[in-house]
């Protein structure tokens, strides 16, 4: 079985930062893509940041320039830094992450929330 397991979010003021940790156990091949999703109340689930075990990363456009995406593939783990938060930013966030012929796997989901 495969678990994630997120920390870091909250309430935080318009301007300010978080950090999200996302932390993968079980079966987990070496090659695989782990990513953040969002979802504001109302609105669909979309993607904020990803980035595969080579290293590479896509973002969102609403989001490129104010956070990254990190990993650290020894400790399957995943990182998003979100600086210059703005209240749009509030939303529930889900680590994913993708297993190449597996499946999908996601969190429990975290909430963040940006005060204007």
């Known amino acids: 079985q495969v678990q994630l397991v997120e920390s870091g979010g909250g309430l935080v003021q318009a301007g300010g930062s978080l950090r999200l940790s996302c932390a993968a156990s079980?079966?987990?091949?070496?090659?695989?893509?782990m990513g953040w999703y969002r979802q504001a109340p109302g609105k669909q689930r979309e993607l904020v940041a990803r980035?595969?075990?080579?290293?590479?990363?896509n973002y969102a456009d609403a989001v490129r320039g104010r956070f990254t995406i990190s990993r650290d593939n020894a400790k399957n783990t995943v990182y998003l830094q979100m600086n210059s938060l703005k209240p749009e930013d509030t939303a529930i966030y889900y680590c994913n992450l993708f297993l190449l012929r597996v499946g999908t796997y996601w969190g429990q989901g975290t909430q963040v929330t940006v005060s204007s």
């Open positions: 079980g079966r987990i091949s070496s090659i695989n893509t």
């Open positions: 980035i595969t075990s080579g290293g590479t990363t």
